[in-house]
């Protein structure tokens, strides 16, 4: 993780070298999710949904029932160990990272309409799978309707 954000002008020279294949591996690495016939996907966690306060204990003990039901030993259970678990990890390590952003990160139309074909592109490869669609077209919208274009 990094411990605070690039400087925009950083940001800006590395999206351009990197972006074409940034998204390339993004799509690339949800393939490869799906398609891995060892390790099965038991469920999808949307980042956000597990940083968000309101929604973090509802995922966390998804998660918490999963790793149980795998018979992985020493999982949390009760709701109130989730809850300080992810104010400790979540809320409040990582506290002086978010307030130091500064901007926020911006694209080109060009990149905007990359984001999106990429992510048209994995609704349709995985329109079966329900709970990997609703991520996927919430980062849609989100790429659609709140993009800083620059």
């Known amino acids: 993780f990094h411990s605070q954000q690039a400087p925009e002008q950083a940001w800006n020279r590395w999206i351009r070298r ?4 940034q998204i390339m591996q993004y799509s690339n690495l949800i393939h490869q999710w799906n398609n891995h016939d060892q390790y099965p ?8 949904h597990l940083v968000d306060e309101s ?7 998804r998660i918490a029932n999963e790793l149980l039901d795998a018979q992985v030993p020493h999982v949390a259970t009760s709701l109130d160990d ?10 409040l390590k990582p506290k002086k990272k978010r307030a ?10 060009a990149q905007q ?6 992510l048209d592109g994995l609704l349709e490869d995985f329109s079966n799978v329900r ?9 849609r919208h989100d790429v659609a309707n709140s993009t800083r274009l620059v």
């Not at 709970?131 to 980062?139: A, K, P, W």
């Open 100 to 109: 130091s952003h500064s901007y926020q990160p911006g694209y080109t139309v």
């Open 113 to 118: 309409r990359k984001l999106i074909q990429m």
């Open 131 to 139: 709970e990997l669609v609703g991520i996927l077209e919430q980062y």
């Open 41 to 48: 996907v038991a469920m999808y966690v949307a980042y956000e």
């Open 82 to 91: 989730l809850a300080c678990i992810w104010r400790q990890s979540v809320k």
């Open 55 to 61: 929604m973090a204990p509802t995922v966390l003990k």
């Open 18 to 21: 990197s972006f074409d294949d």
